[in-house]
């Protein structure tokens, strides 16, 4: 059974710090990652995706992504209270043969306050 | 604007009762997936189809059934309904089967009694 773990949270910091999302994931043989960001009562929508070791930035955003640990991280900097949602962590791979799948993992929910 | 329609946006049902959720894309995207959400489960994926003509099993596929007549629709049936699957339904595309950029509807929220 693939598995793409994270925390739950909530995971609450003060507007303008920096928030720390973690995922691992259980297979070794994963390609590519990706963070989804979800708003209450909203669907799923792709923030940043990163295939390759290492950090990977987009303006306030930035993947970090170590395959030997098996953990992809999102650092999400100066956070403002319109970054509170659920952050989903998605991982691809091949879950046999020429079938490649992505799994999410729960999400967290982070809450930036005022 | 393009993206993924989904209808209806909310529904509620008898246990027992047929049901078929739908979903139309006009991105042409080759892949679409049928997901469930449940606080606790998160995203579960029910069915999928690679493009139009084929369609694959997912994570949760028992008491669901798709079809993938064309590229566009994508429809999601629930052949007697359970209060099990009360849960928030997306559908979400991607342009190729390998792609893991999804795009996902805007959800069906479903409450069978």
């Known amino acids: 059974q693939k598995e793409v773990e994270q925390n739950s949270g909530p995971l609450s910091v003060p507007e303008g710090a920096i928030a720390s999302l973690n995922c691992t994931y259980s297979d070794r043989g994963s390609q590519s990652f990706f963070w989804y960001r979800q708003y209450s009562g909203k669907s799923p929508e792709l923030i940043m995706f990163i295939y390759s070791n290492g950090d990977k930035e987009d303006g306030r955003f930035t993947a970090q992504l170590n395959k030997a640990s098996q953990y992809v991280s999102l650092l999400i900097r100066d956070s403002q209270p319109s970054d509170s949602a659920t952050y989903l962590c998605?991982?691809?791979?091949?879950?046999?043969?020429?079938?490649?799948?992505?799994?999410f993992g729960k999400g967290t929910l982070l809450t930036v306050n005022p | 604007i393009a993206g993924i329609t989904q209808a209806p946006t909310s529904q509620i049902l008898a246990a027992g009762r047929r049901m078929t959720l739908r979903c139309t894309q006009d991105m042409r995207h080759n892949a679409m997936y049928w997901y469930r959400q449940d606080l606790g489960l998160g995203l579960r994926l029910i069915h999928y189809?690679?493009?139009?003509?084929?369609?694959g099993k997912g994570e949760v596929p028992d008491g669901y059934s798709v079809s993938r007549a064309n590229t566009d629709d994508f429809p999601l049936t629930l052949a007697s309904a359970v209060p099990s699957q009360t849960s928030v339904y997306f559908c979400?595309?991607?342009?190729?089967?390998?792609?893991?950029?999804?795009?996902f509807g805007e959800g069906s929220r479903l409450t069978v009694l």
């Open positions: 189809s690679n493009t139009a003509g084929t369609t």
């Open positions: 998605a991982v691809w791979g091949n879950s046999g043969g020429s079938n490649y799948k992505l799994t």
């Open positions: 979400a595309s991607s342009a190729s089967p390998g792609a893991g950029e999804l795009f």
